[in-house]
């Protein structure tokens, strides 16, 4: 672990009582200090889903590392890092640069949401199970980048998902925002998704190309 360096700890997509949510580790550098390869070290040695170092606070721009490699997007990463800079930092933002581009943000009550183009979304596969006992006691782990779903309640588009990523360094994701996206826009519907171990995401199409994720944020520590 490099030392020296501040990484702030925020659960993404923390259910209604703040519990649960999906770690990010987000590393403010804007002189650049650390290098890309120590970048790697870091989120490889935090073990998130990803991690995130901000660039520029006034302009949003970040970079996004998982355990292997750095990527173009994600979605718990992004919500995580537009709560930050607006919450934390106190410096409302209206949108985000990531490598896929732009990524509008914006404040919805006590939710933080996030809208991006679909096809800058990382390529997972959705699976539709039987019932939530199905989704729930899964041995058989997938291989590949998967989210594995079922519905709770159709009509007020409540589902019950996991998500799976051993061939990302990710054997399971806690709270998958860039699969929720995907998810909404496959069905066509605004969705209440539980899941992993209690977390809650919310996603819904927001037209041609586009969708939105949200969800409740929460500040868990700093550590150096």
Not at 57 to 73: A, H, L, M, Q
Not at 140 to 151: A, G, N, S
Request: aromatic letters at 8%.
């Amino acid at each position: 672990m490099i030392k020296g360096i501040a990484i702030h700890i925020l659960r993404v997509f923390v259910n209604g009582e703040g519990k649960f949510g999906n770690p990010v580790g987000i590393i403010v550098d804007e002189h650049k200090e650390v290098s890309p390869k120590d970048r790697q070290k870091i989120s490889t040695y935090l073990g998130f889903s990803e991690s995130v170092f901000l660039n520029n606070v006034d302009t949003g721009e970040v970079s996004i590392f998982n355990p292997k490699r750095e990527v173009d997007f994600a979605g718990h990463a992004l919500v995580g890092t537009a709560y930050f800079i607006t919450k934390v930092l106190g410096k409302p933002i209206t949108f985000l640069t990531c490598r896929a581009g732009r990524v509008l943000t914006w404040q919805e009550n006590e939710l933080t949401w996030i809208q991006a183009r679909l096809k800058n979304t990382p390529p997972w596969h959705h699976e539709q199970l039987q019932d939530a006992r199905s989704v729930d006691s899964l041995s058989l782990l997938p291989k590949e980048h998967m989210m594995v779903w079922v519905w709770l309640d159709k009509d007020k588009g409540i589902v019950r998902a996991r998500t799976f990523a051993p061939d990302w360094g990710i054997p399971e994701d806690e709270a998958n925002g860039s699969g929720s996206m995907q998810l909404a826009a496959i069905l066509g519907k605004k969705l209440e998704i539980h899941h992993g171990k209690g977390s809650i995401i919310y996603a819904k199409p927001a037209g041609t190309g586009l969708a939105d994720v949200g969800g409740r944020v929460a500040e868990e520590a700093s550590m150096v």
